[in-house]
């Protein structure tokens, strides 16, 4: 059973313009939610996060949006640019007992930038 | 250097064949995973280990086992590799009470 699912395996916008990668969860239990990049030939780099306790976390260009209601939070990039075209990953997570924190991937959404 | 370093970066192997991937952290930190990667599946969870004497089975450790020697070594081994294992091999670290992973740069191994 999947506990995350981004339902879009890719997406392309155009340079300047805002990219939204979508990101819907199952488990109510996770507390605290990641962004991780992929390029090609290169490992996961974390991203930006966001604390279950919050709606909204901004840096930069990127900022994400949680709806815990809903179960969903989205990554908006503005403006996109084409050093942005990677894969995402939506990683939640929750603390297991004695302080372990494990977590959980989506399959990951590749974005386009086109110039 | 890399913090996270796992050799080797590419591998041929031939089906039955013995392999070992190796994953070694100068980080410091104390947890360990194996993950690895499949086109449209995304990353699924092979093993991790949370300190030296814990090692835990994730989603899809048939096939595999791993070995934590010391703190900053965890390998992954194919006791008899199979085809359906061509994949992207990561190996992640992490520190207790904090939410990130660091992942190396990942092994692509090819069963043939």
């Known amino acids: 059973d999947q506990q995350v699912k981004q339902n879009s395996p890719s997406l392309s916008v155009q340079e300047g313009r805002i990219s939204i990668l979508n990101c819907d969860y199952t488990?109510?239990?996770?507390?605290?939610f990641l962004w991780y990049k992929k390029y090609p030939a290169e490992g996961p780099t974390f991203l930006i996060s966001?604390?279950?306790i919050k709606d909204k976390n901004e840096d930069g260009r990127f900022t994400v949006f949680l709806n815990k209601s809903a179960k969903h939070l989205s990554l908006h990039i503005v403006p996109s640019q084409p050093g942005d075209s990677a894969v995402y990953f939506c990683?939640?997570?929750?603390w297991g007992g004695g302080s372990n924190y494990k977590l959980t991937f989506g399959k990951g959404t590749l974005l386009t930038v086109n110039p | 250097d890399a913090d996270v370093t796992q050799t080797p970066r590419n591998r041929i192997t031939k089906t039955g064949k013995r392999i070992m991937l190796e994953c070694s952290q100068t980080k410091g930190h104390d947890r360990m995973y194996w993950y690895r990667q499949d086109p449209g599946l995304g990353l699924r969870l092979i093993y991790y280990?949370?300190?030296?004497?814990?090692?835990n089975k994730g989603e899809i450790s048939d096939g595999y086992s791993v070995s934590r020697q010391a703190q900053a070594k965890f390998s992954l081994s194919l006791e008899s590799a199979i085809p359906n294992q061509t994949a992207l091999y990561f190996c992640?670290?992490?520190?207790?009470?904090?939410?990130?992973?660091?992942f190396g740069s990942g092994t692509r191994l090819t069963v043939v």
């Open positions: 966001i604390s279950s």
């Open positions: 990683a939640p997570g929750q």
């Open positions: 992640a670290t992490s520190l207790q009470g904090k939410t990130g992973y660091t």
């Open positions: 280990s949370f300190d030296v004497k814990d090692i």
């Open positions: 488990n109510s239990m996770f507390d605290y």
